[in-house]
């Protein structure tokens, strides 16, 4: 993880793959949404090489280059990497697996809420560029920058009353319908 020449490599490989697999587009709308977390981070260790701020004394500048470039290339990778696994497997592939039914519904509700993510996060931006304050034009990168955050929070939001309601909705399916081993 702190390797940041292999973080890179890891990156790179995954964004061809993404590019491939899952497509362009697809690939350039997800680090659309990643950006905003991203950002923040990165503005977020900035803040702190400018404050001088480090554990014990250390350079700033070295020591978050080092902390911080490899985690936010992770983040990215790994991202990327469960756009790929997501890609080449449906629902209905993971319902047939022979999976213990314990673990295939966290595998279930991870692909739908990916899903849900995803396929809802245009229909987000539409209705916040709705609202009134929202109709006139950002004028810098700090308005851009709170708006793309504002959006993310949304999704975010949104995610995690689907993964509530999916996740119950799964339970009670698996109760009703499945018998678990003991």
């Not at 080449?88 to 809420?113: E, P, T």
């Not at 709170?146 to 999916?166: D, G, M, P, Q």
């Amino acid at each position: 993880m702190h390797d940041l020449f292999l973080q890179s490599v890891a990156l790179i490989l995954s964004l061809i793959v993404a590019f491939i697999k899952p497509g362009w587009r697809s690939t350039l709308q997800n680090l659309k949404i990643l950006s905003p977390f991203v950002g923040m981070l990165a503005v977020i260790y900035a803040l702190f090489i400018l404050l001088g701020i480090s554990p014990q004394g250390t350079n700033a500048l070295d020591y978050w280059v080092s902390y911080g470039m490899p985690r936010l290339l992770l983040l990215i990778s790994s991202f990327m990497v469960f756009r790929i696994c997501f890609s080449f497997v449906s629902v209905n592939d993971l319902i047939s697996s022979r999976l213990d039914i314990r673990y295939l519904k966290y595998l279930i509700l991870g692909k739908i809420l990916y899903d849900a993510a995803f396929h809802s996060f245009d229909k987000i931006r539409y209705w916040q560029n709705m609202s009134p304050s929202m109709k006139k034009a950002p004028k810098g990168f700090t308005e851009r920058f709170k708006r793309s955050l504002a959006t993310t929070l949304a999704l975010v939001l949104y995610t995690l009353a689907e993964a509530e309601n999916k996740g119950r909705q799964i339970d009670d399916i698996i109760r009703h319908c499945h018998k678990e081993r003991t």
